[in-house]
Structures are given as C-alpha cells and as structure tokens.
C-alpha cells in the first residue's frame, strides 16, 4: 500500500499527535507509544524519511526536556545512556520500513509483521536497556547477573507495549485496505 504524499504528511501529523498524548502520561493514562510510532513510521512514511525521523526523535526529546525540566517527570533516565535513543528508534524506524516490502493480507505477511515487529522490538530493548544498565552510571557496580534479571524483569513489557501499537496499527490498516477494496468492487459492478 503506497500512501500519497499527502496521506504520508496525515499519517506523520497522527504519529507526532499520539507521540505528544503517551509520552507524557499526564493528558492520557496510557502507555507510550513512541517505540510503535518509530516502527509504523518507517512502514508508512517512505517518502519522508529523511527528515520524518528526525523530527519525531526532536519532538521526543523535546517532550522529554519540557516535561523533566518543567512539568516534575522525574529525570531518572536521562543519563548518558540516553543518546542511545537514536539507535534504539532507529532500529525501529528500519523494522517498518523492512516490512513495508514484505507486508500482505495473507499468513505470509503477517507473519512478516510479526517477525519484524518481535525483532526489531527486541533489538531496541536489548540497546536500549544494555546502554542504561552498563553506561547510565546509575548502577555502583554493575554485573551481568543484576542485568539478565532486569532485563528479564522489564522486557516483557517494553515488547508487548509496542507490539499492542503496531497490533491496532496493523488492524486499522487491514480495515481501510478492505473497505477501499469493496468500495472499488461496488464502484465496478455499478
């Protein structure tokens, strides 16, 4: 499925409007979403990559600064592990865009999305939580058992957090496609 520009520009602002609403769980009680928009922004914006992705880290950071610097969010992440963001979206940005050639409404495609979506997920944890424990410095003496067991401790949640997102993502875009297929075979018989 290959958005138009416009409908790539629709799709960014809802990514941008969903990143502003979860990031910060004031407004909206629910989990963030900003590892699912990072993979469904790569999946969808194609075309805008070069300067998409760049402004979705720039609005995260942005959402991070004003809500620890002035809105009382504890900066408890915000170490120098926290560069470690950009590889860790960019992982997710590069699992969509992987899967936009390999996605279709049959069991190979879903199995693709899920393949791309477990792993991807799993690689950004695994940067992500790894850059934290060992380069965060908030660990006095850091080791491998205490890492395995948080990571087997926090892992489940940050995989099934995003693999919900891309879930819902996933079903809305299997609802659109066939509702335009029916209403291209309504249109043809008529």
């Keep these: 499925m290959t ?6 520009y629709g799709v960014l602002a809802g990514l941008a409007v969903l990143m502003a609403i979860t ?10 979403a900003s590892w699912a928009i990072y993979f469904i922004g790569g999946f969808y ?13 720039l609005e995260a950071v942005a959402i991070d600064y004003v809500t620890t610097q002035h809105l009382g969010v ?3 992440c915000l170490t120098p592990a926290y560069a470690f963001l950009v590889p860790t979206h960019a992982v997710l ?3 969509g865009f992987w899967l936009q050639g390999r996605a279709s409404l049959n069991g190979r495609g879903f199995a693709a999305l899920c393949a791309s979506a477990f792993l991807t997920v799993s690689i950004a944890f695994t ?4 850059s934290f424990y060992w380069l965060g410095g908030r660990y006095a003496a850091p080791n491998i058992a205490e890492y395995l067991d948080r990571f087997a ?3 489940p949640h940050f995989l099934s957090v995003p693999c919900l997102y891309i879930a819902i993502a996933a079903a809305i875009h299997v609802a659109l496609v066939m509702a335009k ?3 291209a075979e309504r249109a043809a018989r008529s």
């Design 3 to 8: 958005l138009s520009r416009k409908q790539q």
């Design 23 to 32: 990031r910060y769980h004031h407004f909206v009680p629910v989990p963030d």
């Design 45 to 57: 914006l194609k075309g805008l990559s070069r300067w998409a992705f760049p402004a979705l880290m």
């Design 74 to 76: 504890s900066s408890y």
């Design 93 to 95: 940005w590069l699992g």
């Design 127 to 130: 940067i992500s939580n790894g």
């Design 153 to 155: 401790e926090y892992y």
């Design 181 to 183: 297929r029916t209403a």
